[in-house]
C-alpha cells in the first residue's frame, strides 16, 4: 500500500500537470507580423500613386480641354517618352512650343491609354500611325472624356521631316484642323511629307529608333493599311 504522503504528493502534481495544461490552452498565440516583401510594398505603393493620378486628374471633358491641359502642363513638364514594340524601341522627344498637343500626350502616356492601342496604319513609304485598336478598353477611355479634341498648334518651323511626330485629325468636316489626341503619327519618308504642312500639328520628332520605325514599314497590311499582324505598344514618360 502507499504511504499517505506518497498518495498525497501524486496527486499535488496531477492536479498541477492538468493546472499547467490548462494555462497553456488559455493563453492565445501571439499574432506574428509578417513583412511583406520589398517588391510586393513597391507594386502596391506604384497602384496607390497611378489611382491619384487618375483621380486627381478625372475632370477632363469636350468643354475644358486648354484649361485642363495649360494646368495640367505646368505641372508636369516632361519632353521625352519611350514607345517600346515587339520590333524594338522608338525615343521621342516632345516640343515646348506645342504645349497642349505635348501635355495631351504626356497624359495619355501616364493613364496608359496608348497601352491598350496599336500601331494600327502603316502607309508604306509615308507614314506609321499609331494610338488606337479594337479593343473595348480604348474605346472606354475614348468615350470616357467625350472624345475631346485639340486646337492646333501648327508652327511654320516644325515641319513633316522624316522621324516627324505629328496628331491625325478627321480630313473631312474638320475646318479649324482639330487634332486627335489619341491618335498619332511619325513620318517614315526619308524625305518627309512636305503636303502635310500647315495641316496637321507637328509636337515632336524621334531621337532614336529609327531602326524600329523602318521595320514596322515592311510588315504586311491589308487593303485599309491595317497590319495583318497587331503591333501592340507600350509608351512611358523617361523624364
Not at 80 to 96: A, C, E, P, Y
Not at 138 to 156: D, F, N, S, V, W
Request: a positive charge; aromatic letters at 10%; one cysteine or more.
Amino acid at each position: 500500500m502507499f504511504h499517505k504522503t506518497s498518495i498525497f504528493l501524486i496527486l499535488v502534481a496531477i492536479i498541477t500537470f492538468v493546472s499547467c495544461n490548462e494555462e497553456k490552452k488559455q493563453v492565445p498565440k501571439k499574432k506574428v507580423e509578417k513583412v511583406a516583401p520589398i517588391k510586393k510594398v513597391e507594386k502596391k505603393i506604384k497602384k496607390v500613386k497611378e489611382k491619384e493620378v487618375l483621380e486627381e486628374w478625372d475632370t477632363l471633358d469636350r468643354t475644358n480641354v486648354d484649361a485642363f491641359f495649360t494646368k495640367y502642363g505646368e505641372l508636369n513638364k516632361e519632353t521625352k517618352v519611350l514607345i517600346t514594340t515587339k520590333f524594338g524601341k522608338i525615343k521621342l522627344r516632345l516640343f515646348n512650343d506645342t504645349p497642349i498637343h505635348r501635355a495631351n500626350f504626356i497624359f495619355l502616356t501616364k493613364i496608359k491609354y496608348f497601352n491598350t492601342a496599336y500601331f494600327y496604319r502603316v502607309a508604306k513609304n509615308f507614314v506609321v500611325q499609331a494610338g488606337d485598336s479594337d479593343k473595348s478598353e480604348t474605346a472606354r477611355i475614348r468615350g470616357k472624356y467625350q472624345h475631346y479634341r485639340l486646337k492646333p498648334e501648327i508652327r511654320k518651323r516644325r515641319r513633316h521631316k522624316y522621324g516627324s511626330l505629328a496628331a491625325a485629325k478627321d480630313v473631312e468636316n474638320n475646318p479649324k484642323k482639330l487634332s486627335s489626341p489619341f491618335n498619332f503619327y511619325i513620318v517614315q519618308n526619308k524625305k518627309g511629307a512636305p503636303h502635310l504642312d500647315k495641316e496637321h500639328t507637328v509636337f515632336g520628332e524621334v531621337i532614336s529608333g529609327f531602326s524600329t520605325i523602318e521595320k514596322i514599314a515592311k510588315v504586311e497590311v491589308g487593303s485599309d493599311d491595317w497590319p495583318l499582324e497587331d503591333i501592340p505598344m507600350t509608351v512611358e514618360v523617361i523624364n
